[in-house]
Nanobody, 124 residues
Framework: QVQLVESGGGLVQAGGSLRLSCAASGRTFSTYAVGWFRQAPGKEREFVAGINRSGSTWYADSVKGRFTISRDNAKNTVYLQMNDLKPEDTAVYYC??????????????????WGQGTQVTVSS
């Protein structure tokens, strides 16, 4: 069992930056693939970025070149650095973990554990 807690959300102006953190419990977290998702009001939850236990990463086209996912296994934490934020990035951001090897997982159903989410609001 893994418990995930997101932090780092907030209000930022367009063009600004935020770094989200996903802190996890569990000694085997380093073996999990982790994804960041977001959900805006009235929209479906969408994939943002993922990282596997080997450090391989994958991104949604909408955030490539602006967002970077990374992990610090010693701290049981995965980060999402978000630069050049746009109003359309406004959403609740969730991290999720998958207890299996591989990469490229983008469907919410592929992940086993979810955090409670953190709000990101980008003003124009």
């Amino acid at each position: 069992q893994v418990q995930l807690v997101e932090s780092g959300g907030g209000l930022v102006q367009a063009g600004g930056s935020l770094r989200l953190s996903c802190a996890a419990s569990g000694r085997t977290f380093s073996t999990y693939a982790v994804g960041w998702f977001r959900q805006a009001p009235g929209k479906e939850r969408e994939f943002v970025a993922g990282i596997n236990r080997s450090g391989s990463t994958w991104y949604a086209d909408s955030v490539k070149g602006r967002f970077t996912i990374s992990r610090d296994n010693a701290k049981n934490t995965v980060y999402l650095q978000m630069n050049d934020l746009k109003p359309e990035d406004t959403a609740v951001y969730y991290c999720a973990a998958r207890a299996a090897y591989g990469l490229g997982f983008t469907a919410p159903g592929a992940y086993d554990f979810w955090g409670q989410g953190t709000q990101v609001t980008v003003s124009s």
